[in-house]
């Protein structure tokens, strides 16, 4: 925008002493502290409030002057205190202006928004988890909480998985398993998820169901979020097997988050850790290697560069916290230096997070976009205009990069049609020859050894 169209935009805001309605569907840009303004000093006159000679009580005429100088000091105080107010006000609106219209290459910030701030204290609690023995119960709870934006709640979150926990090492025991086997765990934990079990108390525990609506939380994100998961029964893809790697560190047991396209599910070592079983919490099954290559869409660049079917560690789990962070602020925001902070973390800590990679890619399209919006550059004029700006025209090379890189390490997107016909197809495996197979094949590593 030329200045003096910036200047008309400075002249409305001042004079009108109010926010233009354009101004209220842009978010604010991060700029330098604003400077403090100087309001006018006025300068009121000082009068004598001292008491009358004692014994000689002040006269009503004076008594009268007081209060009318009084009342006049409070007024003036008060206009200053309004001025100052409208002035920052101003100063404000001046700020966000000159932002949106000098600095096309940031994208507006959403930082001064009402719960950003939750995100940045969750960002900084991820950070120092690298520092400490990683717990995943905390770390997802510190990731949904700054959706929620909630101050407290861990003591009843921790609760609830706790007592869980207790729950099962107590059906491992009453079904006679060995509490030492990491196969066994692993299967008692399966049991919860997809079998029927009776409490002490006589009442029932029901599986936990696969929730078919809205099963990427574009209408509300908070769906993805094993807190919803608990509270209602049912999840999806995504909180189901993030609950299972809580109970299976409540009950140390070893157990990985893995990636399929669009998906995800837990992968176990037997317990001579040479022998790894899969997961598949959404249709409730023990699932082979096979199956999961069935949906087509795993390439063998993807699996080489363990995007897909590879257990999960610790940090590149951390990662995955990181990206759950940058997506839940974008979906609750949208994308600015909060989003491509979070996104940087994640692929520090695993360079191939494709859900990151797939994350900061979106992130430079909507910066393009952006850019070519404030430049005024169009699918019709690209040619012509781009090359005029060479910021831009680096930015649009970042972003064609990005993409490529995606490509070039074997991802290849899978529609969300497909997706649901794969998981159709993983349903209809629940009670076939082969599952009650692989089931058995469990049972028979679960019982301790008899003493000798």
Not at 359 to 367: I, P, R
Request: hydrophobic share 35%.
């Amino acid at each position: 925008m030329k200045l003096a169209g910036l200047h008309i935009i400075l002249k409305y805001i001042i004079l009108l002493g109010i926010m233009p309605m354009v101004f209220a569907q842009y978010p604010v840009v991060n700029t330098p502290s604003t400077p403090k303004t100087h309001s006018m000093q006025v300068v009121t006159p000082t009068f004598n409030r001292g008491t009358a000679s004692q014994g000689f009580p002040a006269s009503k005429s004076y008594s009268t002057q007081q209060q009318q100088n009084q009342k006049l000091i409070d007024e003036v105080e008060q206009h200053q205190k309004e001025q100052e107010e409208r002035q920052k006000r101003a100063q404000t609106l001046i700020n966000e202006a000159v932002s949106h219209f000098s600095t096309p290459y940031i994208l507006p910030s959403y930082s001064n928004e009402k719960g950003t701030d939750r995100y940045r204290k969750a960002y900084t609690a991820l950070g120092a988890m690298e520092k400490k023995p990683f717990s995943v119960k905390e770390a997802v709870f510190t990731v949904e909480n700054a959706f929620y934006e909630k101050e407290t709640g861990y003591d009843e979150f921790n609760k609830v998985i706790q007592q869980t926990g207790d729950f099962i090492k107590e059906k491992m025991q009453e079904f006679g398993y060995d509490t030492n086997s990491n196969v066994a765990k692993n299967l008692m934990l399966f049991q919860f998820f997809s079998d029927t079990l009776k409490t002490k108390n006589e009442l029932t525990h029901l599986p936990l169901a696969y929730d078919f609506d809205d099963i990427w939380g574009k209408k509300d994100w908070s769906n993805m979020f094993v807190t919803k998961l608990l509270e209602s029964g049912k999840g999806q893809c995504h909180s189901l097997p993030l609950l299972y790697l809580m109970l299976a560190e409540e009950i140390d047991a070893t157990a990985h988050l893995s990636r399929s396209p669009n998906h995800t599910y837990i992968k176990f070592p037997d317990d001579n850790g040479m022998k790894w079983h899969n997961v598949e919490l959404t249709s409730q099954i023990l699932t082979t290697n096979a199956l999961i290559l069935q949906n087509g869409y795993i390439k063998a660049e993807a699996i080489q560069n363990k995007l897909y079917m590879h257990p999960l560690s610790q940090q590149e789990l951390l990662s995955q916290m990181y990206a759950d962070l940058a997506m839940g602020y974008q979906k609750k925001f949208g994308h600015d230096r909060f989003t491509k902070e979070a996104l940087q973390k994640a692929l520090e800590l695993d360079t191939n997070n494709i859900t990151a990679l797939l994350t900061q890619a979106n992130y430079y399209t909507e910066m393009v976009v952006h850019v070519f919006t404030q430049l005024g550059i169009t699918q019709e004029n690209i040619q012509q205009e781009l090359p005029k700006h060479s910021k831009a025209l680096a930015l649009f090379q970042k972003m064609v990069h990005q993409h490529k890189t995606i490509d070039a390490i074997g991802y290849k997107k899978m529609p969300d049609a497909i997706y649901q016909k794969w998981l159709a197809t993983m349903q209809k495996q629940k009670d076939n020859q082969q599952q009650k197979a692989m089931k058995e094949q469990l049972h028979k590593l679960t019982k301790s050894l008899p003493k000798l």
